[in-house]
Structures are given as C-alpha cells and as structure tokens.
C-alpha cells in the first residue's frame, strides 16, 4: 500500500500566486527530461523549442462557470455561499459554507431576488443537493447575471477577473475550476506552434471536486474519485489514433486531458469520439497507454494531481524537481508556473 503522506513537501505560503502572470506566455516553466533526469529553467513560451513536427498537443477546451453565489437563509437572513459543482437531472450538486447551520428543507435565495432561489433537498459526504426555483432555460443568464469566478480557496482576492481564471480557447460551460495548464497560451503563441507543423486538438473535461478535493485516507488505495463529464469528437479522436499509431508524441496539456485519454484508452482499447464520465484516479504504479509528454502546473502536496504527475516522472524525481521549484521561488497553484515534463 502507498502511503499518502509519501507525497508531502515543504512549499512556503509566499510561493502560492495570488493573481495570473502578464503576459501569459512569460512566466517560467521548469523542463523535466524523464530519461537524464535532468532539469532545465526556461520561459513558458520556449515550449515550442520542445516540440517537434508531427507532435500531437491536446487541449481541455471547457469554460469555467461563474458558479459562485452568495445566498441568504430564507426567514432567517443568514449568509450562505454557495459553490455549484455538476447538474443531476435537474437538481444541482453544491458545497455550500456554513452547511452546519443549514438542513435540509432550507431555501436559500439571492439578495433582492425573492424569485431567483434553491431548496435544499439532501447531502453526502461532501456535497448538498439543490433544486432551482426557476425553469432550466434561465440558468445560463443567472448564471452569468449574478455568479462569480469560483477560485481556489489559496487565492484570496474573491473577485478575480473573469477572462484571467479562463483559457484563451476555453468554449464550453460546465467547469468549476478553470483546467489551468492552458492559462500560460496565448493566441500567438498557438499560431506560432502550429506554423511549426505541430497538430493541436481538443477535448473536453469539465473540472469538478474529482479534480481537486484532498485526499483523507492515510493510503491512497482508500480514496475515492468523484466522477467528471467528458466529451471528445469524431476528429480529435481520429487525429490522436492516428498520431499514435505513426509513433508521433501525444502531448497532454494538464491533468484533466491526461484523465480523459487514458480513461478512453482503459475503456475501448484505443482513444475513441464519445461522451461518459470518468473516475479514473492515477497514482505511482499505473501504467500509460496514450500519452508521451505533459504540460502542467505546481501542485498542491497530497493531491491527486501531484500523484499523478509522480505516476508519470516517479516520484523520487518529482520531488527533487520541486524541491528545486521551491529553492528557485517558481510560483505555485493555478496562477503558477509551468512544468514540461517528456
């Protein structure tokens, strides 16, 4: 069994970016070469020197939903936050602050919008279940009318600009934490990568608690993942396939495009267009089917991502490249640097 304590750090709180880097496509980016072991100390935008023609670069192209709200208790005018995680027939579900105080039963509404609000029906472990009091063709507009940008608890201004916790080619609402290996792109610097014959190609996983909530078990075989939307279309799927069976690199921009394609590949054998959920929890031992290289951030000790980062570089090698990170003073978390790892 894996201990989960074996994926421990030391970050001081000082290196956790508190706002995103500008421009996006200049903010440092740590090279880890799998085979020499060894590290090099580059810019974001010299990932093109580590591209080659033919190289198959993937993208989460999901949009963050401005999911945050904050509501107040019905009858008793208690403040409530509100967080909406994924949709179940109808009903959302949510974490709410302060859900000692609420139960079952609760109604929660905004502020001076008596008509815009959410019963509380039930709860889990980690999550409340919702029901709207307004029909689903209106969610979009409330959404967009009176919800915010659903940061990180590590990042403490609460109202980060919308397009700075946001992909340049995010396209589809459904996410409530932004897929933030993609932060560091910026138009040019795609147009440049595929002027240079490098294929870019896109999925779609639509980040939830799955993604990012701790793990509580002393040993990581005690954890479970919660389960995340995905979708991938007939000409990404194909371009992948083919991609991979000419030996040509499939290079993954963050973990979520890592989940989905391994998870296809788990599933049917090979990567295939489709739609599904997935729960896929990767960790030191798990062996890889689909991708070559990954473009990543600095994670957070004892995460699932940090985990599965060390299932691609070992974790030995992982841990000497932050201890580096951290030496250096790279900027951690979603407004971070990068990481190449090959």
Known sequence: MIRTDDFDFFLPPELIAQEPFSPRDRCRMLVLDRKKQTLEHKTFSDIVDYLVPGDCLVLNDTRV?????????????????????????????????????VKRGTIIRLPEQPDINWEILDRDSETWLLHPSFPEEREEEIFYRYGKTPTPP?????????????????????????????????????????????????????????????????????HIMHTERFV??????????????????????????????????????????????????????????????????????????FMLVCAFGTTEFLKKAYWEAVQERYRFYSFGDATFIY
């Open 154 to 222: 590590y990042i403490k201004k609460r109202d980060v600009k919308p397009d700075d916790y946001q992909t340049v080619y995010a396209i589809h609402d459904g996410s409530v934490a932004a897929p933030t290996a993609g932060l560091h792109f910026t138009p040019g610097l795609l147009d440049g990568i595929c002027q240079r014959g490098i294929q870019v190609t896109t999925l779609t996983l639509h980040v939830g608690m799955g993604t990012f909530l701790p793990v509580k078990s002393p040993y990581l075989e005690g």
């Open 65 to 101: 939903l401005p999911a945050r709200f904050l509501g107040i208790k019905e009858g008793t005018g208690g403040k409530v936050e509100i967080l909406f995680v994924s949709k179940k027939e109808g009903e959302w579900e949510c974490l709410l602050n302060h859900s000692r105080r």
């Open 232 to 305: 991938i279309g007939a000409l990404s799927a194909q371009l992948i396939r083919e991609a991979k069976k000419k030996g040509q690199r499939i290079i993954a921009v963050g973990t979520t495009v890592v989940r989905v394609l391994e998870t296809l590949r788990q599933r049917w054998g090979e990567v295939r267009e489709g739609e599904g959920t997935t729960d896929i929890f990767i960790s030191p031992g798990f062996q890889f089917q689909v991708i070559d290289a990954l473009i990543t951030n600095f994670h957070v000790p004892r995460s699932t991502l």
